[in-house]
């Protein structure tokens, strides 16, 4: 049986694509030649910028984003306090973590915590540093289980190998006595080993009301603050400004 040429031999893009060159595959149409060297390298740097953003894609789908929030989108308003312990610019960039430093933000429901810890974790990820991304209760529960099953010392080895944990919603559910614990663990493998970004809508003094134990929440409590940076966010919530104003637009309307 004869075959032609485009029969027989197989197509450059699925050869490139066996050879998990999946940026060259795309897009070597679209390379002007030149010259074998300036061809070689524009398809070289399309390979390299590919296996980039897929690396970056896999690391913010491992940290374990809820929604994703930038800091483009985050507004600093006036109710935000900033201790003189760091700057705007040092929160944004991270800086705290390059030394194990926390960030502890506290306020009321709304006032965007959640949206700057997940801005600041994501900022950190697209660096190609690893973070990951949990509600305090979350956590709670898949370190349950993981204890249940007997895979809880492989998990906590995986969370070794981050540089930011981001604990989010302290505060929101009463833990029981098995979860406090395992949670206090974490906390106390991370102290001046890594960096931890804590989110609560409750004042430290009414921690105890979330872990039940004045003594492991004492422990805690001191182990967070040492080396930390505290931000109180005063102020209505934004959800309620932004019913408030549809409410006042569909009043103006009538």
């Not at 944990?165 to 302290?170: R, T």
């Given at each position: ?5 485009a ?25 002007v ?18 296996r ?24 600093w ?24 430093e ?38 709670a ?12 010392n ?10 930011l ?7 929101y ?17 991370c ?64």
């Amino acid at each position: 049986m004869n075959f032609t040429k485009a029969e027989s031999l197989p197509s450059i893009e699925a050869t490139m694509r066996t050879l998990k060159l999946g940026g060259m595959a795309k897009e070597w149409r679209s390379v002007v030649y030149q010259n074998v060297e300036q061809y070689m390298q524009e398809l070289l740097d399309i390979e390299v910028r590919e296996r980039e953003a897929n690396r970056m894609a896999r690391m913010v789908k491992q940290a374990g984003f809820r929604v994703i929030k930038t800091l483009d989108d985050f507004i600093w308003k006036p109710g935000i306090e900033i201790p003189p312990s760091i700057t705007r610019e040092e929160i944004e960039n991270a800086a705290f973590v390059g030394h194990h430093e926390n960030l502890v933000l506290m306020g009321n429901c709304g006032t965007g915590k959640t949206h700057l810890a997940t801005a600041i974790a994501l900022n950190l990820c697209e660096k190609g540093r690893p973070v990951r991304f949990y509600t305090a209760t979350g956590l709670a529960n898949i370190l349950q289980e993981k204890h249940q099953r007997g895979t809880l010392n492989s998990f906590m080895a995986s969370l070794r190998r981050v540089e930011l944990l981001v604990l989010d919603e302290i505060g929101y559910i009463t833990l029981h006595k098995e979860a406090s614990e395992l949670l206090f663990q974490i906390v106390s493998e991370c102290y001046e080993q890594k960096s931890l970004i804590i989110t609560s809508n409750l004042e430290f003094s009414q921690w105890n009301t979330v872990f039940g134990n004045d003594k492991l929440t004492a422990a805690m409590i001191d182990r967070l603050v040492h080396h930390s940076h505290i931000l109180v966010f005063s102020g209505p919530g934004h959800r309620l400004e932004e019913s408030m104003r549809r409410q006042k637009k569909g009043g103006e309307a009538q």
